[in-house]
């Protein structure tokens, strides 16, 4: 066997052993202290966790490339609520009223084209000032969110098309729409981050920044692209989700970035970059969503919830961490 | 000089490493009030000699004498606490603290419930501030000192203790003249003061101004100890070099073409002035000197990672501008850099994607990299470098140094540069893969490559260059031609003796 590939192997796998490990808890557990009747692995039941998993799932995706890039992105959250109002509040412009429903795809573009130009000011920053990502999308958090509060106030932006719930709630092959993208979204960015020119560059400059320099790539446009991305994704994971739901609140999306990373990190993902699965990353956002509806299955309330999933993410990072160190000889810093 | 005892003194120190004996039975004493230079070429032994003195290293055999009683250094802490400080070439300061907080990092003196005392540490510390007669004081912000205060800043960290033995490691490779006085002058104070002191240095001219005693070591082995008065820098150099050119010298003789690379006044603010030069189609040319003296930085602005002040660089007769490593690579030049993982690698990917990185935009197949030819070029540079991994897929961070150089090597290769520049090309290598990639080098100026060879050891330039250029603080002081370079008149050169010759060619 080829050195290393037993850690690999295990780091790769840990996520999928994780899930398996929650399946047979929250199963059993299920058995003896869940109110309801039905299984916790009722068919329906998972595809709708699956469907659940989507709008963080969608994002984190994209976080996973910002990530093995060597970034962060903090702003989703309000990216999301934003281009959630740009798709709810251009149903109703007057100028496309003579479009009927028409209208659906003008909106997706318009509320798309919000995600990635925000995604892209961000970039833009990040390169052209070269301050650190999470700084810049820090501020860009507030200030997304501002603009968010400034579009309509304290009240919710509504409108239902049913049309667009229509589309939205349907189920193909069995699974729901949202599902759909989150694997389409899924298996696009691995051939991104696997096949492509821009997904190797991606993955050097994570790793070893100078290098990448050295060998010709222009760090800068690649970072861009990938905030781009990830504006982008935030855009679809709101149009998927306000598609059926049809109101969004100013505060919608808060937290997101936080969730988002915690997924990321727990599939594996390294902070400092160069390094990440987007398998994994799809493992990790799974986890989370199957915890948390696990954790209610078995009656858990909501505050415990966020206790338990912070408990293990902080023991799982733990555990990674044993397992990569290289020996006794690294240094004690 | 034998009528005082000594502070210091280092018996039959022996300490070997897996494969090499580093320090052969080799002692130094270092009276009161001596300064004690130890003198060699890199890779002679005088790091190690140091680290077993500060307790970093434990040697095989031999023993440390302090004071006239012998000592086990178990740590840094324990050499710290009998008196030996050490004051190193990179310095170790928080630049946002004060003066006194770093100088008393640690060990800052407390009232009662741990708080600091800061009346009594900045009293004590501009007590010895005044000592050593600087021009600053205990408040000062340690980042907005020159490196010479700096260094004085660690120097008065040793004076806390109650040092014993000072030892000062390249302490002027980064001062100005002017600094260089105050320097001299701290240390001619701490001499008046009993201390022992030694001076690692290169420098011919500093070792004469102020040592009273050299020891020269060679191969981890002592080679002698002279009083300074007693001898001359002809002397030193030769005990440093201990043979005469017994070096086969291999310039294989081929075609020389045209020129390639042209040179004209190029300068970067302090790191260099006025460098000119050119490289031939088929030539090795070799950049040597001591470390800082501009090598690097010159070999970096070629390749666009640093703007020159001055000056122009002509690529086949042509001026060009080079403002990235991009366009550096675009217009054929390709550098293999000093530090091989740091700058040159991305370790935690595998031979294959390292060998291609700069040049996959080229290698699609439609949207998608076209992983066969990848594959064909890693395969292609493999069996011509002889690189030894199991295959493609092997994580660079996974092969040994020589392997992983052949690498960045076999990388610019792939791109069929005109020019190429090698930074210290067998840094850290085993000596097996270091003659190969000495044949290679040869073996690519044969084929018609512009090679640089920047090296900091003097048999590796001279055995692989057809011209040598030597460095001393960042300007050309002389260039030989391979008939004319002898270990002596080198040495000299980096030294700062000799004349200036910026613009001899061959």
């Known amino acids: 066997m080829q050195a290393g590939t037993l850690s690999t192997f295990l780091k790769r796998g840990a996520i999928w052993g994780f899930i398996v490990l929650e399946l047979i808890f929250f199963s059993v557990a299920g058995e003896f202290l869940s109110l309801s009747d039905k299984a916790f692995m009722d068919a329906g039941n998972m595809l709708l966790l699956l469907k659940q998993t989507a709008p963080l799932g969608i994002i984190a995706m994209g976080m996973t490339i910002i990530m093995i890039n060597g970034n962060i992105d903090l702003s989703v959250g309000a990216t999301f609520a934003l281009c959630a109002i740009v798709l709810l509040d251009s149903l109703t412009w007057p100028i496309f009223a003579g479009l009927g429903d028409g209208v659906i795809p003008v909106a997706w573009a318009l509320a798309l084209l919000t995600g990635i130009a925000l995604g892209a000011l961000n970039g833009l920053i990040v390169w052209k000032t070269g301050v650190d990502a999470f700084i810049v999308t820090l501020g860009s958090m507030l200030g997304y969110r501002g603009l968010v509060f400034m579009y309509n106030g304290e009240q919710p932006t509504s409108h239902l098309n049913w049309t667009l719930v229509d589309f939205a709630e349907a189920q193909w092959l069995g699974l729901h729409t949202a599902t759909w993208f989150l694997l389409f979204v899924t298996v696009a960015i691995w051939f991104l981050m696997n096949r492509t020119v821009h997904g190797r560059n991606a993955y050097a400059i994570g790793d070893n920044r100078t290098a990448a320099v050295n060998a010709g790539i222009r760090v800068g446009p690649h970072m861009m692209i990938n905030f781009m991305i990830i504006g982008f994704l935030a855009a679809l994971s709101a149009v998927v989700f306000y598609s059926e739901s049809g109101s969004v609140n100013p505060n919608d999306g808060e937290l997101y970035e936080l969730w988002v990373i915690t997924a990321v990190v727990l599939g594996g993902t390294k902070l400092t970059g160069g390094s990440g699965s987007i398998i994994s990353t799809f493992g990790g956002v799974l986890a989370i969503q199957l915890l948390r509806k696990g954790l209610a299955h078995i009656g858990t309330n909501t505050e415990t919830v966020n206790l338990v999933i912070g408990l293990i993410l902080i023991a799982v990072l733990f555990l990674d961490r044993q397992l990569n160190l290289k020996g006794k000889e690294e240094l004690k810093v | ?506």
Request: aromatic share 6%; proline share 3%.
């Open chain 2, 1 to 506: 000089m034998i009528d005082r005892a000594p502070v210091l003194r280092l018996e039959h120190i022996v300490k070997t490493f897996p494969g090499v004996r580093a320090l052969d039975d080799v002692s130094l004493s270092v009276l009161p009030g001596e300064v004690h230079a130890l003198m060699g070429e890199n890779g002679a032994g005088k790091s190690t000699l140091m680290k077993v003195l500060g307790g970093i290293y434990q040697p095989d055999a031999g023993q440390i004498v302090v004071d006239e009683k012998p000592v086990v250094m178990a740590s840094p802490l324990e050499a710290k606490a009998r008196g030996i400080v050490f004051i190193h070439q990179e310095l170790s300061l928080a630049g946002e603290l004060t003066v006194a907080e770093n100088i008393y990092l640690g060990e800052l003196p407390r009232k009662r419930f741990g708080l600091v005392d800061w009346d009594t540490l900045y009293s004590r510390t501009d007590a010895i501030l005044e000592k050593l007669k600087v021009g600053f004081d205990a408040r000062t912000l340690v980042g907005s000192l020159s490196i010479a205060n700096q260094q004085m800043v660690e120097i008065a960290r040793a004076l806390t203790v109650d040092a014993r033995a000072v030892i000062f490691d390249e302490p002027t490779a980064s001062l100005t003249d002017a600094e260089k006085v105050v320097l001299f002058d701290v240390i001619e104070d701490l001499k008046a003061h009993g201390v022992g002191i030694i001076y690692i240095s290169h420098r011919m001219e500093e070792i004469f101004r102020i040592t009273d005693r050299i020891t020269v070591l060679r191969d981890g082995t002592h080679q002698g100890t002279v009083n300074t008065a007693e001898t001359d820098e002809e002397a030193v150099t030769q005990l440093m070099i201990g043979r005469k050119l017994d070096l086969s010298r291999n310039v294989s003789h081929h075609e020389i073409g045209d020129v390639a690379l042209e040179v004209r006044g190029l300068s970067c603010g302090h790191l260099f002035k006025d460098i000119s030069f050119e490289v031939y189609r088929g030539e090795v040319v070799g950049f040597y000197g001591l470390v800082g003296a501009g090598r690097t930085e010159i070999a970096e602005t070629l390749f666009g990672l640093r703007d020159p002040s001055d000056g122009k660089i002509l690529l086949d007769g042509k001026e060009v501008r080079i403002a990235s490593p991009a366009e550096a690579i675009a217009r054929g030049i390709s550098l293999v850099p000093e530090d091989r993982k740091g700058q040159g690698l991305i370790l935690g990917m595998n031979c294959r994607d390292n060998i291609t990185l700069p040049q996959i935009d080229d290698l699609k197949a439609g949207p998608f990299v076209d992983e066969g030819s990848e594959i064909a070029i890693f395969d292609k540079y493999r069996d011509r470098l002889d690189i030894r991994t199991p295959g493609w897929k092997q994580l660079v961070g996974n092969l040994s140094g020589g392997n992983q150089q052949k690498i960045v090597i076999g990388k610019w290769l792939a791109m069929h540069p005109s020019v190429l520049i090698l930074d210290e090309p067998t840094r850290g290598i085993d000596v097996g893969s270091k003659s190969e990639i000495h044949n290679l080098i040869r073996e690519l100026a044969a084929q018609g490559y512009a090679v640089i060879v920047i090296s900091s050891e003097m048999p590796e330039v001279l055995h692989v260059s057809d011209r040598i250029i030597a460095m001393y603080c960042g300007r050309i002081m002389r260039t030989f031609t391979s008939d004319e370079v002898n270990e002596e008149n080198l040495i000299q050169a980096i030294s700062g003796i000799g004349t200036e010759n910026g613009n001899s060619t061959a």
